[in-house]
């Protein structure tokens, strides 16, 4: 059974960082993409940042390049999302979610999602 869990999410004030991270297991996680997705409430769920199976290949969101980093470890089957300079607009549920193979910039090709961590910034 494949189970994808996000963490790292909070509090914090505009211009602070948060480091989010994904664990999954019951998966090849060296087999898969991985995304990060956010929404908020009224919207529909945008895409955040990708990063390919080794980590070579990392793709960015406008409204987050130059602030974010998305990197993975998978000997630990870890994501993590690095988020500096944050402001009120990155406010939402961010989602941690796997796609065989490649990223993808359709929502409806990854696989397996997790349940969202909240993050909400403060101004």
């Known amino acids: 059974q494949v189970q994808v869990v996000e963490s790292g999410g909070g509090l914090v004030q505009a211009g602070g960082s948060l480091r989010l991270s994904c664990t999954a297991s019951?998966?090849?996680?060296?087999?898969?993409?991985m995304g990060w997705f956010r929404q908020t409430p009224g919207k529909e769920r945008e895409g955040v940042s990708c990063i390919d199976r080794v980590g070579g290949i990392m793709t960015y969101a406008d409204s987050v390049k130059g602030r974010f980093t998305i990197s993975r470890d998978n000997a630990k089957k870890t994501l993590f999302l690095q988020m500096n300079s944050l402001q009120s607009e990155d406010t939402a549920m961010y989602y941690c979610?796997?796609?065989?193979?490649?990223?993808?910039?359709?929502?409806?090709?990854?696989?397996?999602w997790g349940q969202g961590t909240q993050v909400t910034v403060s101004s």
């Open positions: 979610a796997a796609r065989r193979y490649y990223c993808s910039t359709s929502i409806n090709d990854f696989d397996f």
């Open positions: 019951g998966l090849a996680f060296d087999d898969y993409a």
